[in-house]
């Protein structure tokens, strides 16, 4: 009898193709770990698994040579959907630097006005994880850890970060949410939300 595969094994094998060979930005530690931190981060707030399955796949569609296409045929619409939902639209034809500031503040706009609960979450799981990886190389190597981005600014991430937390208002009661405005103000400076 051959085994049925989850959703969720499912996801995390694409996932792992299509982010063959990345590392996260200025290390060793190979890509697939943020997205399935993610998925842990998103299943400490729901039991749905397409959310979390989502979760896993989120960065396929930005950052690889997937498709929309690979995903609904694999996935199905609610799944590619949330995927969108957290994909940059990262502007290739101009430096990455020069599109930061637009595609994060598109990032924050979706999340006030479009974003439904389920969004919202995988938005904060992504956002969680990242902060949680900048977290620890601050206290590593301090505030050299900027020079590993596209925009180098520490208050510049600091302004998206704060604003995320502000557009996710409606998770505080949350602890995932909590940990997260709790590494904000640890990273970017006491700044009430």
Not at 27 to 35: E, F, G, L, R, S
Not at 46 to 51: G, K, L, M, Q, Y
Not at 94 to 111: D, G, N, S, V, Y
């Amino acid at each position: 009898m051959e085994k049925v595969l989850t959703l969720f094994d499912s996801a995390i094998i694409f996932a792992t193709k299509a982010h063959s060979g990345m590392t996260r930005k200025g290390t060793n530690v190979p890509y697939i770990v943020h997205p399935i931190e993610a998925a842990a981060i998103v299943s400490a707030m729901t039991d749905d698994e397409e959310v979390i399955a989502a979760a896993v796949l989120h960065d396929v569609l930005e950052d690889t040579a997937a498709t929309e296409d690979d995903l609904l045929a694999r996935f199905g619409r609610r799944i590619t959907e949330l995927v969108i939902g957290e994909s940059e639209d990262k502007r290739r034809n101009f430096p990455a630097a020069l599109t930061w500031k637009i595609r994060k503040q598109e990032t924050i706009t979706f999340l006030e006005t479009e974003a439904d609960t389920d969004a919202k979450m995988l938005a904060l799981a992504d956002k969680l994880s990242n902060l949680r990886a900048i977290h620890r190389d601050v206290c590593i190597i301090g505030d050299a850890v900027w020079e590993r981005f596209n925009v180098k600014d520490k208050s510049m991430h600091g302004w998206m970060y704060r604003s995320i937390a502000r557009a996710l208002r409606e998770l505080k009661e949350h602890p995932t949410w909590q940990e997260y405005n709790h590494l904000v103000e640890v990273v970017f400076g006491d700044v009430s939300l």
